[in-house]
């Protein structure tokens, strides 16, 4: 098969497999050891959790490509351009490049059904593989154990949380969940938690396999100073003046903390020095995690979609002291636990505008309401889009107020794709 533009690549793979998730490695590593039966030579960071990987990717990249190291960065979902998942050297792919890449791939496979995420985790790292990188960054797109991301061994794995997202494949509480995610460490290998408390299956399977397990105020710590902070690790190095970072949030000082790890335990093939360091915190940006687009009305863009990522929300949300009014732009994947994401906003919000989800597992703005009317909120609005939903939300603010977009990450990037035309 062969297409001559990206966007005809991805509406064709779209249709090759019977589902959009089919969770297992033996198709992939399949296809990928007839793409690439050699060695993958660059250092590999695989980065799971249920929140904060994006935010822990962005600080990798950032540091890593600060200290002049040759960087592959692979993330999802992307907002509005597919070659934001596949970064090389701080660009995004080049779409002659990806196509290519593709066309490979496709001549491999043979007749092995390839899923949307797969062709895509497979593209990354075959451009990855002829770039001659140093390190390269993998995020995994669901759970750990059987994501695609998997076929490759990581040299250090780091789990950021785990929370209840995804139950229907990856079981109903924090020890199954957990398990599934902590499937990316590896024997003999560090494998960093940015939790203090993670799960105990967490902590089991890393002691059967022998992983060098190290955790969050357990054997590094974080401490905030004022305007700045610290760390600590497990040989007692310290790490002091430290700038908070970029990404908005004092969750992204206990990511940041976690990095630092992953950053010490490669420091003998990869070294950072102090100002690398400071440059690659501050320089670390993500869309859609506490975006402010400022403006008499500030809209904030949050892909918080679990009930944890809520709560950070929440916090972020408390820190910026809204004198007024707060507006809200929901919509919600079927399959999230909306109802309790709501729970944990209700009480900040003053208006909230609902919109469906143009997805296939997208929940109609109705059930949203219907959440709502159980917590006795009646003032809502059902919107057909989320442009229509920003219009009214502006016509209604007054300076002062502030208007909130979040929940499912088709959302942000509708708010997006919007506000940048």
Not at 30 to 35: G, I, P
Request: glycine share 8%.
């Amino acid at each position: 098969m062969r297409f001559d533009n990206l966007q005809a690549w991805l509406g064709w793979q779209e249709t090759l497999h019977p589902s959009d998730i089919e969770l297992g490695l033996e198709r992939i590593q399949q296809v990928w050891h007839y793409l690439h039966p050699s060695e993958f030579k660059p250092v590999v960071i695989t980065v799971s959790g249920t929140n904060g990987k994006g935010s822990s990717c962005a600080m990798l990249e950032s540091i890593y490509l600060a200290a002049g190291y040759k960087v592959g960065c692979y993330t999802s979902p992307h907002f509005l351009r597919y070659t934001e998942r596949i970064k090389l050297l701080g660009k995004e792919a080049n779409e002659n490049a990806l196509c290519h890449a593709f066309e490979v791939i496709d001549q491999a496979r043979g007749n092995q059904s390839l899923t949307y995420f797969e062709f895509g985790t497979l593209a990354a790292l075959f451009l990855f593989a002829q770039a001659d990188l140093d390190v390269v960054i993998l995020e995994v797109g669901l759970g750990g154990r059987l994501d695609a991301v998997n076929i490759i061994d990581a040299d250090v794995a780091l789990l950021t949380s785990v929370g209840l997202d995804h139950m229907d494949w990856l079981g109903t509480d924090r020890e199954s969940i957990g398990k599934e995610k902590a499937g990316i460490f590896r024997q003999s290998r560090p494998a960093i938690c940015a939790e203090s408390a993670p799960p105990d299956s967490v902590l089991q399977y890393a002691s059967e396999i022998g992983a060098q397990c190290l955790v969050q105020d357990r054997d590094f710590k974080a401490t905030r100073v004022d305007t700045s902070w610290s760390w600590c690790g497990p040989d007692k190095r310290s790490r002091y003046s430290l700038p908070v970072p970029a990404l908005r949030g004092d969750i992204q000082i206990r990511n940041a903390s976690a990095v630092l790890m992953v950053l010490q335990v490669l420091e003998d093939r990869l070294p950072v020095n102090q100002n690398h360091l400071r440059q690659g915190l501050l320089g670390a940006t993500i869309p859609g995690r506490f975006q402010v687009v400022a403006g008499d009305v500030p809209i904030i863009l949050d892909v918080a979609h679990n009930p944890d990522a809520a709560k950070v929300l929440l916090a972020n949300l408390t820190e910026r002291h809204c004198q007024g009014r707060t507006y809200a732009i929901c919509g919600m994947l079927a399959d999230k636990d909306s109802q309790s994401v709501i729970n944990v906003m209700a009480d900040v919000i003053s208006r909230w505008y609902l919109v469906p989800v143009q997805a296939s597992r997208g929940a109609p703005a109705e059930q949203l309401s219907e959440h709502l009317v159980t917590l006795g909120i009646t003032d809502s609005r059902l919107m057909a889009n989320v442009p229509q939903a920003i219009e009214q939300a502006r016509l209604q603010s007054r300076p002062g107020d502030q208007i909130i977009v979040f929940g499912s990450f088709y959302v942000v990037a509708d708010a997006l794709e919007w506000l940048q035309t």
